[in-house]
Nanobody
Framework: VQLVESGGGLVQPGGSLRLSCAAS????????MAWYRHAPGKQRELVAA??????TNYADSVKGRFTISRDSAKNLNLQMNSLKPEDTAVYYC????????WGQGTQVTVSS
């Protein structure tokens, strides 16, 4: 399975973005999936996860602002609202145990 992230961009503080993760060459329908982010000088961190049954979990830093969802066995989304400069990072999708090769990620920059 190859993972392709998209939807990033430059947004002002307080703005919103919707990220998508698409699977090719297979699907991730049987897996808990997660969004990660990697900011310069920091370790990659898991920010949100969703089980096959739709149970979600969020890092404290994004709780109440980000919403993870999955609309098929091949598509995962992350709705990001009330964005802050500290949300700036490259965002990736994968399983919590990093089952798949990392995709190229999508850059999110929050700046005025």
């Amino acid at each position: 399975v190859q993972l392709v992230e998209s939807g990033g961009g430059l947004v002002q503080p307080g703005g919103s973005l919707r990220l998508s993760c698409a699977a090719s060459g297979g699907h991730f329908g049987f897996y808990t999936m997660a969004w990660y982010r990697h900011a310069p000088g920091k370790q990659r961190e898991l920010v949100a996860a969703i089980t096959v049954g739709g149970i979600t979990n969020y890092a404290d830093s994004v709780k109440g602002r980000f919403t993870i969802s999955r609309d098929s066995a091949k598509n995962l989304n992350l709705q990001m609202n009330s964005l802050k400069p500290e949300d700036t990072a490259v965002y990736y999708c994968n399983t919590p145990s990093v089952t798949f090769n990392w995709g190229q990620g999508t850059q999110v920059t929050v700046s005025s």
